[in-house]
C-alpha cells in the first residue's frame, strides 16, 4: 500500500513539475472546478426533473439586471465588512480600510486556503454568482428578478453616494 502512495505522489509531482505550485494547492483548485460543475450538472439535472426547458436566450435586460446584481454581490462577498463571518474560517484580516470595507488575506494550506482565494476574489466570486442568478431566473425568475433589483438598487444608490461624496468634496 505504501509503494502505491509513493507511486501516486511521484505522478501527482510528474504532472504539476514546472508549474511552480504546490500540488496540493492544484488539487484543492481542482476540486472548486468540480463543485462548480457538479451545482451545473445538478441545475440541469433539477430543471429537467422540473419539467422546465432552458430558454433559448436571455434577453438583454435580464443580462443588464443580473450583471449589475452579481457586480454587487460579489464585491460585497468579497470586500465588505458585513460578510467577514463568511470570509472569516479562510482569511485573515490584514487591516479594516473603513468600518465596512476589510483587506483579508487567504489563509491556511490546501482546500482552505483556495475558497480563501475564492471569497476574497470579486472577480472570482462573480462567476459563482453569475451563475447563481442564471440559474434562479430559469428556476424562480421572479423571485431572483426581485433579489437582483435590490442589490441593482443599492448598486445605483451606492454610484449616486460616491458621486454627491465627490461633487461636496469639490466646492
Known sequence: MTDQRQQDNQITQDVFEGYGEDPQTLSSYAVLVGVFNLILAAFLLLTRRAGRSLPE???????????????????????DAVAMPLRAP???IQEKQSPKMVDEEPRGRGLRRSVGELVTCKFCLGMWMASFFTYGLVLAPRVTRLIA??????????????TYKALTNRA
Open 149 to 162: 433589483s435590490i442589490l441593482a438598487v443599492v448598486t445605483l444608490s451606492d454610484h449616486l453616494h460616491q
Open 90 to 92: 479562510f482569511t485573515e
Open 57 to 79: 436566450r436571455i434577453e438583454a435586460k435580464d443580462i443588464a439586471l443580473l450583471g449589475v446584481a452579481t457586480h454587487k454581490l460579489s464585491n460585497t462577498l468579497a470586500n
